[in-house]
Antibody, heavy 119, light 107 residues
Framework: EVQLVESGGGLVKPGGSLRLSCAASGFTFETFSMHWVRQAPGKGLEWVSSISTSSTYIYYANSVTGRFTISRDNAKNSLYLQMNSLRAEDTGLYYC????????????WGQGVMVTVSS | AIQLTQSPSSLSASVGDRLTITCRASQGISNSLVWYQQKPGQVPKLLIYEASSLERGVPSRFSGSGSGTDFTLTISSLQPEDFATYYCQQFNSFVVTFGGGTKVEMK
């Protein structure tokens, strides 16, 4: 069974940093591109970042470019999101999502981890 | 980034109704579009990929069509479990984008 479990969220002040992790199991992690998608409270879905299988290709939404860094450790079956210079508008539920097959859409999602940026 | 505009943003419907939700892209995206369903407190669920292909396990009352800039999601006969929010998403560019969502509520 495919499982994606996020961790690392919490309350942080504006300008602060957080590192999210996503532990993957139930599939061959190193063969799938992975993504982070977020959802502000009561709002829609916003794609944040993606990373290819060997980390060769990395992409970011304009809203986080220069502040967030995605990475992965295939030996540990883990995906990460380093978030710096956090803003109030970064508040939301952050989902780790598996790429369907190197297409750019998602077939499995974690339950999400909450990030709250507030003073 | 490619913008996706969904309409309507919300609608009220009854069980048994036929529903159509539209998604318009700001530029041509071929068939690089998917649809998700999200219920309150749940993660999104993939319904349709590549504009018109039904994901395995999804009921056949769901269908998708379109190509280029205009796409539709149709539910042929709305069931109680279909009251949810629906999102389109394009993957034509490396910068992925979602539509704003369509909330389907019970009339």
């Amino acid at each position: 069974e495919v499982q994606l479990v996020e961790s690392g969220g919490g309350l942080v002040k504006p300008g602060g940093s957080l590192r999210l992790s996503c532990a993957a199991s139930g599939f061959t992690f190193e063969t799938f591109s992975m993504h982070w998608v977020r959802q502000a409270p009561g709002k829609g879905l916003e794609w944040v970042s993606s990373i290819s299988t060997s980390s060769t290709y990395i992409y970011y939404a304009n809203s986080v470019t220069g502040r967030f860094t995605i990475s992965r450790d295939n030996a540990k079956n883990s995906l990460y999101l380093q978030m710096n210079s956090l803003r109030a508008e970064d508040t939301g539920l952050y989902y780790c999502a598996r790429d369907y097959g190197d297409y750019g859409f998602f077939d499995y999602w974690g339950q999400g981890v909450m990030v709250t940026v507030s003073s | 980034a490619i913008q996706l505009t969904q309409s309507p943003s919300s609608l009220s419907a009854s069980v048994g109704d036929r529903l159509t939700i539209t998604c318009r892209a700001s530029q041509g995206i071929s068939n690089s579009l998917v649809w998700y369903q999200q219920k309150p407190g749940q993660v999104p669920k993939l319904l349709i990929y590549e504009a018109s292909s039904l994901e395995r396990g999804v009921p056949s009352r769901f269908s998708g069509s379109g190509s280029g800039t205009d796409f539709t999601l149709t539910i042929s006969s709305l069931q109680p479990e279909d009251f949810a929010t629906y999102y389109c998403q394009q993957f034509n560019s490396f910068v992925v984008t979602f539509g704003g969502g369509t909330k389907v509520e019970m009339k």
